[in-house]
Each structure stands twice: as structure tokens, then as C-alpha cells.
């Protein structure tokens, strides 16, 4: 199994990054998918999930109504829009999966950050001011 993010860069603030989380190994129809985050000197925190129905997401309040996740069955890819970014979003991003067993529309995050695992290998995203 894989859960590899990419698409990070270096941004100014107000701009926008699309990062991808490409899945493989595993029925994601029975996994809920989470992207997190950890800054320089900072715990990981859960930025938001996609239920394993792909019908349902969740977000912290930090990045609510900036952050979009989507989910491409054919490409096999999670997707995290932010838009409006500022220097605080600055981090290394990962995704990982929860997994529920069967097809839920809901998922949450950050309270359910235990429950997720098999990171991958994370992607830098720098905002600058």
C-alpha cells in the first residue's frame, strides 16, 4: 500500500495550492483519508478528512472555507485545494487513512487524528508574507 502527497511549493500569502495524495495497495472504499500537517517545533494537527464514501468531509476550524478535499476514483487521488494561504499554513504536508471497514459518509478531524495511519512521505508548503 502507498499514500504519497505532492504538489507542494513555495507560495505568497493569498495564493493557492492544489497538493494530490496518490493511493495504491489498498479499497479505499473502506478508508476514510486525512491530510495533516506539522510545522518546525509544532505537534502533527489534522487539517480534514474524506469519509470512505467520498461523500462526506470535515475540517479544522483553522483552514474552514479555504481548504477543499476531493477524491478522483479513476486517478486513485485525495486532493487538498487551499486557497487564501498565509504564513501559518506553512508545513510539511501528509496524507494517511482511517479505516472504518465499510462505506461511511462521515469522517472527523482533527478529533479522530489517533485513529489515522500509514503516512506517507509528506509535502513542504511554504507561504510567505
Known amino acids: 500500500f502507498q499514500l504519497q502527497a505532492s504538489g507542494g511549493g513555495s507560495v505568497q500569502a493569498g495564493g493557492s495550492l492544489k497538493l494530490s495524495c496518490v493511493i495504491s495497495?489498498?479499497?479505499?472504499?473502506?478508508?476514510?483519508i486525512g491530510w495533516f500537517r506539522q510545522a518546525p517545533g509544532k505537534q502533527r494537527e489534522g487539517v480534514g478528512c474524506?469519509?470512505?464514501?467520498?461523500?462526506?468531509?470535515n475540517y479544522a476550524d483553522s483552514v474552514k472555507g479555504r481548504f477543499t478535499i476531493s477524491r478522483d476514483k479513476a486517478k486513485n487521488t485525495v486532493y487538498l485545494q487551499m486557497n487564501n494561504l498565509n504564513p501559518e499554513d506553512t508545513a510539511v504536508y501528509y496524507c494517511a487513512r482511517r479505516q472504518f471497514g465499510f462505506r461511511v459518509n462521515w469522517c472527523s478531524l482533527p478529533s479522530e487524528s489517533a485513529k489515522y495511519f500509514d503516512w506517507g512521505q509528506g509535502t513542504q508548503v511554504t507561504v510567505s508574507s
Open positions: 495497495g489498498f479499497n479505499w472504499e473502506y478508508y476514510g
Open positions: 474524506i469519509s470512505s464514501s467520498g461523500l462526506g468531509a
